[in-house]
């Protein structure tokens, strides 16, 4: 099977998934980029500094960034409108099988329309969820709907990450039986090797990051925008035992330095991290909190889950249901966006259960397996084998 995969730019999270199908029996892949962004040291409007991640991004296959054409010819410019040159020529290899992310880039629509002509099936992959679809008006998911179900037909088989993204590619005209379910993965073996901290190595990164060992550690990981409310730990953390818990704030950005205002004496921030010093902070969290109003599938919380961690998670995140990564009450508490008094309630419960905490992080471990890149390359070669008519799934 030949699989040419299209990307706006190396991102951290897909790279081991490439690597992974790459590396199987019987498949030929390439990654075609839009973009260099992420290979060298870009800005990040996101964490307001120049970034470059510290892991090899294009390791272990074969990819090629295409020219850029049109609006702009910077090479590290990853917007959505801008076109690149030699997408026919890369579809006129003898792909069996071709994967888009999304259909907003530009880029997607002459893919697909060239995948149509050249009898190449399309598969097509975005965490999208209902949760955020449903709360914009009517008049404009009517719209909306007219142009997906134009991109849509194109499509052979769907990839959903989650039970809110298959929900949302229902609403937009996927048909059922050409929807299966394909985690974005993350690089869980790099994770998991944190798992294995012992006791003694936990608390001397908790006193390098200056965390008196008898607190109870409630983490967050990512950027510190408006829309990921960061804020309703430090609200819920004051309407708890001041000298019990504390909060670690993994990450940088525009929010930050009001944060710091904020908080009190037991919060610590470690500015920006890259990647690979995540895990290990992680894994000296007792519970980590995604508070977003707005995320259509964190990862923070696949990563979490790897190291065993339960997960306090936001009504308004799109990554729980029976088919995701986050269960209510098997590998963490789904808590109302915004409420800190039902957010603290979640946090003391957890922190003064051990068993109960012992057993949700089990059941957090597990639930991970199914998000590594081992897991995702399997679903998305059965799904292939759909697009091309070569398996009895249905």
Same mark, same amino acid.
Request: a positive charge; one cysteine or more.
């Given at each position: 099977? %030949?699989?040419?995969?299209?990307?706006?730019? @190396?991102?951290?999270?897909?790279?081991?998934?490439? *690597?992974?199908?790459?590396?199987?029996?019987? +498949?030929?892949?390439?990654?075609?980029?839009?973009?260099?962004?992420?290979?060298?040291?870009?800005?990040? @409007?996101?964490?307001?500094?120049?970034? %470059?991640?510290?892991?090899?991004?294009?390791?272990?296959?074969?990819?090629?960034?295409?020219?850029?054409?049109?609006?702009?010819? !910077?090479?590290?410019?990853? /917007?959505? &409108?801008?076109?690149?040159?030699?997408?026919?020529?890369?579809?006129?290899?003898?792909?069996?099988?071709?994967?888009?992310?999304?259909?907003?880039?530009? &880029?997607?629509?002459?893919?697909?329309?060239?995948?149509?002509?050249?009898?190449?099936?399309?598969?097509?992959?975005?965490?999208?969820?209902?949760?955020?679809? /449903?709360?914009? @008006?009517?008049?404009?998911?009517?719209?909306? *709907?007219?142009?997906?179900?134009?991109?849509?037909? %194109?499509?052979?088989?769907?990839?959903?990450?989650?039970?809110?993204?298959?929900?949302?590619?229902?609403?937009?005209?996927?048909?059922?039986?050409?929807?299966?379910?394909?985690?974005?993965?993350?690089?869980?073996?790099?994770?998991?090797? =944190?798992?294995?901290?012992?006791?003694?190595?936990?608390?001397?990164?908790?006193?390098?990051?200056?965390?008196?060992?008898? /607190?109870?550690?409630?983490?967050?990981?990512?950027?510190?925008?408006?829309?990921?409310?960061?804020? !309703?730990?430090?609200?819920?953390?004051?309407?708890?035992?001041?000298?019990?818990?504390?909060?670690?704030?993994?990450?940088?950005?525009?929010?930050?330095?009001?944060?710091?205002?904020?908080?009190?004496?037991?919060?610590?921030?470690?500015?920006?991290?890259?990647?690979?010093?995540?895990?290990?902070? +992680?894994?000296?969290?007792?519970?980590?909190?995604?508070?977003?109003?707005?995320?259509?599938?964190?990862?923070?919380?696949?990563?979490?889950?790897?190291?065993?961690?339960?997960?306090?998670?936001? !009504?308004?995140?799109? =990554?729980?249901?029976?088919?995701?990564?986050?269960?209510?009450?098997?590998?963490? +508490?789904?808590?109302?966006?915004?409420?800190?008094? *039902?957010?603290?309630?979640?946090?003391? =419960?957890?922190?003064? !259960?051990?068993?109960?905490?012992?057993?949700?992080?089990?059941?957090?471990?597990?639930?991970?397996?199914?998000?590594?890149?081992?897991?995702?390359?399997?679903?998305?070669?059965?799904?292939?084998?759909?697009?091309?008519?070569?398996?009895?799934?249905?």
């Amino acid at each position: 099977m %030949k699989i040419a995969v299209f990307l706006s730019h @190396p991102i951290q999270h897909f790279s081991p998934l490439w *690597k992974e199908l790459a590396s199987r029996n019987g +498949i030929q892949l390439k990654v075609f980029y839009f973009s260099q962004h992420g290979t060298e040291q870009t800005f990040d @409007p996101g964490f307001g500094i120049e970034v %470059k991640w510290d892991v090899d991004l294009l390791e272990g296959y074969e990819s090629e960034f295409l020219p850029r054409q049109w609006p702009t010819r !910077d090479p590290f410019n990853s /917007r959505w &409108n801008a076109l690149n040159r030699g997408i026919t020529g890369a579809l006129s290899e003898g792909w069996d099988v071709a994967y888009v992310t999304g259909y907003a880039h530009l &880029n997607n629509w002459h893919i697909a329309s060239a995948c149509r002509r050249k009898g190449v099936k399309l598969l097509y992959h975005s965490d999208s969820n209902f949760i955020t679809e /449903r709360q914009k @008006p009517l008049w404009q998911r009517i719209l909306k *709907k007219s142009l997906i179900r134009r991109f849509f037909s %194109k499509v052979s088989v769907f990839l959903a990450v989650g039970d809110h993204n298959r929900d949302y590619l229902l609403y937009y005209g996927a048909a059922s039986n050409r929807i299966r379910f394909c985690a974005i993965p993350v690089d869980e073996r790099r994770f998991r090797q =944190c798992a294995t901290l012992s006791e003694e190595e936990k608390c001397l990164l908790r006193r390098e990051a200056g965390i008196p060992e008898s /607190r109870h550690v409630v983490g967050y990981c990512g950027k510190m925008i408006g829309i990921k409310r960061p804020q !309703d730990i430090i609200a819920a953390l004051g309407l708890l035992d001041g000298d019990k818990y504390c909060a670690l704030f993994i990450g940088g950005g525009p929010m930050e330095r009001e944060m710091r205002k904020m908080a009190g004496a037991s919060s610590h921030f470690t500015g920006f991290v890259n990647q690979q010093q995540i895990p290990q902070l +992680i894994a000296i969290c007792d519970v980590m909190v995604v508070s977003s109003e707005r995320d259509a599938h964190p990862l923070t919380v696949t990563e979490s889950q790897c190291l065993g961690i339960p997960v306090i998670l936001s !009504d308004r995140c799109g =990554c729980y249901g029976p088919n995701d990564v986050f269960r209510d009450g098997e590998s963490g +508490i789904l808590y109302p966006c915004g409420d800190v008094e *039902k957010l603290a309630g979640a946090i003391s =419960c957890l922190a003064n !259960d051990n068993d109960l905490r012992a057993r949700i992080g089990m059941r957090a471990s597990e639930l991970a397996e199914t998000h590594s890149a081992q897991s995702s390359a399997s679903r998305f070669i059965e799904a292939a084998q759909l697009a091309l008519g070569t398996t009895r799934h249905a």
